[in-house]
Nanobody
Framework: VQLQASGGGLVQAGGSLRLSCAASGRTAVMGWFRHTPGMEREFVAA????????QYSDSVRGRFTVSRDTVRNTVNLEMNNLKPEDSAVYYCAARPTHETYVSTSRESYIYWGQGTQVTVSS
């Protein structure tokens, strides 16, 4: 499975961005993580294949929405009311296809896309 993330950019605080991740093969649980220098890669959101089960980190819950399009085989992250602390490189990831639990642990994701930079100015 190959993952291709897109949609990052520069936005002012309070603004919105939409990230998208296209998968080349069949995927089940997909997630978004983010990384800032000197920090661990942090869980952001995840969703199962049907889109019914979702998980969010406390820091983004209520501002970010994860969704997926099974026809286009994409997972999207709608980010609203962005804050400077949301600035990071965002990565999409996928769990092994047979796994259905919507995990928040980065160790349980085995497929990773390249990152896309999100910068939020104050």
């Amino acid at each position: 499975v190959q993952l291709q993330a897109s949609g990052g950019g520069l936005v002012q605080a309070g603004g919105s961005l939409r990230l998208s991740c296209a998968a080349s093969g069949r995927t089940a649980v997909m997630g978004w993580f983010r990384h800032t220098p000197g920090m661990e890669r942090e869980f952001v959101a995840a969703i199962n294949r049907s889109g019914v089960r979702k998980q969010y980190s406390d820091s983004v819950r209520g501002r970010f929405t994860v969704s997926r399009d099974t026809v286009r085989n994409t997972v999207n992250l709608e980010m609203n009311n962005l804050k400077p602390e949301d600035s990071a490189v965002y990565y999409c990831a996928a769990r092994p296809t047979h796994e259905t639990y919507v995990s928040t642990s980065r160790e349980s994701y085995i497929y990773w896309g390249q990152g896309t930079q999100v910068t939020v100015s104050s």
